[in-house]
């Protein structure tokens, strides 16, 4: 399995909008979970957004209301679009797919950076 990951758009100061997406080598269709990680310097990588097969979605707290997770099984993409950004969102951001039973795959880091 291998990813495609993207960033719309480069450096953004607080308040900005992003976007990031990734292409997945395979129908994602089946895939059960499909997910966007974190990882700030001297922090655990944390779960950011999650989408599921049957398109529920579930957010950190911390970007609950900013973020969106969405899915577009026709191009086997998942995007993360993230609005009113803060500086604590700087963070490598990973792709990531779980599916049962193979266990995790993970995308490259995509660096974001949001700095005045």
């Known amino acids: 399995l291998r990813f495609s990951c993207r960033l719309w758009g480069g450096l953004v100061q607080p308040g900005g909008s992003l976007g990031l997406s990734c292409a997945v080598s395979r129908s994602i269709f089946s895939i059960n979970a499909l997910n966007w990680y974190r990882q700030a310097p001297g922090n655990e990588r944390e779960l950011v957004a999650a989408?599921?097969?049957?398109?529920?979605?579930r957010y950190a707290d911390s970007v609950k209301g900013r973020f969106t997770i969405s899915r577009d099984n026709a191009k086997n993409t998942v995007y993360l679009q993230m609005n009113s950004l803060k500086p604590e969102d700087t963070a490598v951001y990973y792709c990531?797919?779980?599916?049962?039973?193979?266990?995790?795959?993970w995308g490259e880091g995509t660096q974001v950076t949001v700095s005045s």
């Open positions: 989408i599921t097969r049957s398109g529920t979605t």
């Open positions: 990531n797919a779980f599916i049962i039973p193979s266990g995790d795959y």
